[in-house]
Nanobody, 118 residues
Framework: QVQLVESGGGLVQAGGSLRLSCAASTNIFSIRAMGWYRQAPGKQRELVAI???????TYADSVKGRFTVSRDNAKNTVYLQMNNLKPEDTAVYYCAARPVGDRGWDYWGNGTLVTVSS
């Protein structure tokens, strides 16, 4: 079992920045992939970013150039740095972990709310 706890959400004005954290209950060094997803009110959950074990990354087109995913293995924590935030970034942000395999996510956090005001 891997427990994930997100933090760092809040209210920010458009153009501002936030850094989300995802603390894992286990060593993240060996986890195949860590992901960030978000779900806006009335919308489906969507991919934001993925950080792979070899430090490769994937980003949704809507956040490329504004968001950066990174990790601190010593702290078992994955981060999502969000810059130049827009009102359409308002959502609950979830962290996910894929310890093995190439598809699907085995563990999810409970989410942290990000609200961007215009």
């Amino acid at each position: 079992q891997v427990q994930l706890v997100e933090s760092g959400g809040g209210l920010v004005q458009a153009g501002g920045s936030l850094r989300l954290s995802c603390a894992a209950s286990t060593n993240i060094f060996s986890i195949r992939a860590m992901g960030w997803y978000r779900q806006a009110p009335g919308k489906q959950r969507e991919l934001v970013a993925i950080l792979y074990r070899g430090d490769g990354t994937t980003y949704a087109d809507s956040v490329k150039g504004r968001f950066t995913v990174s990790r601190d293995n010593a702290k078992n924590t994955v981060y999502l740095q969000m810059n130049n935030l827009k009102p359409e970034d308002t959502a609950v942000y979830y962290c996910a972990a894929r310890p093995v395999g190439d598809r699907g996510w085995d563990y999810w956090g409970n989410g942290t709310l990000v609200t961007v005001s215009s």
